[in-house]
């Protein structure tokens, strides 16, 4: 595949090609090599997800939709029902790939309730050209509304740091791990333009080290100074005084605000507390689920453990020894400060605040100013 310009030199994760297939920016090979795979069926998706060319919540959820479409064009036949069984089996299989983000299931069943809303124009004119059309659209949506909310989040985000500070952050949850942008990052890029960030720290973040070669990446890419430490630094920069807020992604929030992303997150939580630091989680409101009550729920992704017992392809766990290897953990909601999304920034009691987020409708008569400010 040719590669492909980023725009306004951000690296794209994801491109949807008008001959009918999905090109990914594979994130196992940064910062070393800028190459691309080309996904032209759904299964493709299923494992560039699963191996992690592409990764970050709202990245894999706009690339999950995208792999329904490739699901639904590369139907053959012309049963209305084997269509829509086929692409039943899609979305299992595609969200069956990364358990813990919500944004998975959330695109994936999105995408598969706009196909059923075309069942009866399909059995009335016996083709799916206007479902694969409509499906196609849809992902074009969840794609575009995902860099809109980050810009949002970055917006209001940075209307909570002064000026002059440094932020902590953990993997990456920037343009990479979206469809553009970021949303933690997206929040330090909107505050860096406005002048505010001294530096951000990166933790590492073993055992795929996102922080070390992602974020690390995006920030000095856009000229924002940062500096990379090992997770266990992340004491020492909070005692000596170096960092003034944490600011993190989510892969899936609770309806009572326990916060599941990267492992390692909670250890940053415990920390903040301990030295007075304010602990932001910024998400999208697709990361909000509110069927799970709270993090107790949140299914944790168990990882192969050659990820743990090897670096770069290297061992460095002897042999035959136990390794634990969950991709994610659950901070709870008091350790939390704010939840900052594309509607407001959500703060305790999060058990109320968080669904007036998720159904400002309901809530608000007047649109989410409701929100602000809790
Ligand atoms: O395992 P990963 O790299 O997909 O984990 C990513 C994270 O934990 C991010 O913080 C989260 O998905 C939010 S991305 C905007």
């Given at each position: 595949?040719?590669?492909?310009?980023?725009?306004?030199?951000?690296?794209?994760?994801?491109?949807?090609?008008?001959?009918?297939?999905?090109?990914?920016?594979?994130?196992?090979?940064?910062?070393?090599?800028?190459?691309?795979?080309?996904?032209?069926?759904?299964?493709?998706?299923?494992r560039?997800?699963?191996?992690?060319?592409?990764?970050?919540?709202?990245?894999?959820?706009?690339?999950?939709?995208?792999?329904?479409?490739?699901?639904?064009?590369?139907?053959?036949?012309g049963?209305?029902?084997?269509?829509?069984?086929?692409?039943?089996?899609?979305?299992?299989?595609?969200?069956?790939?990364?358990?813990?983000?919500?944004?998975?299931?959330?695109a994936?069943?999105?995408?598969?309730?706009?196909?059923?809303?075309?069942?009866?124009?399909?059995?009335?004119?016996?083709?799916?050209?206007?479902?694969?059309?409509?499906?196609l659209?849809?992902?074009?949506?969840?794609?575009?509304?995902?860099?809109?909310?980050?810009?949002?989040?970055?917006?209001?985000?940075?209307?909570?740091?002064?000026?002059?500070?440094s932020?902590?952050?953990?993997?990456?949850?920037?343009?990479?791990?979206?469809?553009?942008?970021?949303?933690?990052?997206?929040?330090?890029?909107?505050?860096?333009?406005?002048?505010?960030?001294?530096?951000?720290?990166?933790?590492?973040t073993?055992?795929?080290?996102?922080?070390?070669?992602?974020?690390?990446?995006?920030?000095?890419?856009?000229g924002?100074?940062?500096?990379?430490?090992?997770?266990?630094?992340?004491?020492?920069?909070?005692?000596?005084?170096?960092?003034?807020?944490?600011?993190?992604?989510a892969?899936?929030?609770?309806?009572?605000?326990?916060?599941?992303?990267?492992?390692?997150t909670?250890?940053?939580?415990?920390?903040?507390?301990?030295?007075?630091?304010?602990?932001?989680?910024?998400?999208?409101?697709?990361?909000?689920?509110?069927?799970?009550?709270?993090g107790?729920?949140?299914?944790?992704?168990?990882?192969?453990?050659?990820?743990?017992?090897?670096?770069?392809?290297?061992?460095?766990?002897?042999?035959?020894?136990?390794?634990?290897?969950?991709?994610?953990?659950?901070?709870?909601?008091?350790?939390?400060?704010?939840?900052?999304?594309?509607?407001?920034?959500?703060?305790?009691?999060?058990?109320?605040?968080?669904?007036?987020?998720?159904n400002?409708?309901?809530?608000?008569?007047?649109?989410?100013?409701?929100?602000?400010?809790?």
């Amino acid at each position: 595949v040719q590669a492909h310009k980023d725009r306004e030199g951000e690296l794209e994760p994801l491109r949807w090609e008008e001959s009918g297939y999905l090109v990914l920016l594979d994130q196992r090979k940064l910062p070393g090599e800028i190459s691309y795979v080309s996904c032209e069926d759904y299964q493709a998706v299923v494992r560039a997800i699963r191996d992690m060319q592409v990764r970050g919540a709202p990245a894999i959820g706009t690339a999950a939709a995208y792999g329904m479409v490739l699901a639904a064009l590369g139907f053959r036949g012309g049963d209305v029902e084997g269509f829509y069984d086929s692409l039943a089996e899609a979305a299992d299989r595609l969200k069956s790939t990364r358990p813990t983000a919500i944004n998975l299931a959330w695109a994936v069943e999105r995408m598969f309730r706009k196909a059923l809303a075309l069942k009866r124009e399909s059995l009335e004119s016996g083709d799916f050209l206007k479902v694969k059309a409509a499906l196609l659209e849809e992902a074009h949506a969840i794609a575009r509304e995902d860099v809109e909310a980050n810009k949002r989040i970055g917006e209001l985000g940075a209307g909570l740091i002064a000026s002059g500070e440094s932020i902590l952050t953990h993997c990456n949850a920037g343009a990479l791990a979206t469809v553009g942008y970021g949303t933690a990052l997206g929040i330090l890029r909107s505050a860096a333009a406005q002048g505010k960030v001294a530096r951000v720290y990166a933790c590492e973040t073993r055992p795929l080290l996102q922080g070390a070669r992602l974020t690390a990446l995006e920030l000095s890419r856009e000229g924002i100074p940062v500096t990379v430490i090992t997770d266990n630094m992340a004491g020492y920069v909070m005692r000596k005084g170096l960092v003034n807020r944490v600011v993190v992604g989510a892969d899936r929030i609770a309806g009572n605000g326990d916060v599941a992303n990267k492992v390692g997150t909670y250890t940053l939580a415990v920390l903040a507390k301990t030295h007075g630091l304010p602990f932001y989680v910024a998400a999208p409101t697709s990361t909000i689920d509110l069927g799970c009550r709270t993090g107790e729920e949140i299914p944790i992704e168990q990882r192969p453990a050659s990820e743990v017992t090897h670096i770069c392809g290297r061992r460095v766990v002897p042999e035959g020894v136990d390794v634990l290897n969950p991709a994610f953990d659950v901070t709870p909601h008091e350790l939390v400060s704010a939840i900052i999304t594309e509607r407001g920034i959500a703060r305790e009691p999060y058990v109320e605040t968080l669904k007036r987020l998720v159904n400002p409708q309901i809530f608000d008569q007047g649109g989410h100013r409701g929100c602000q400010g809790f």
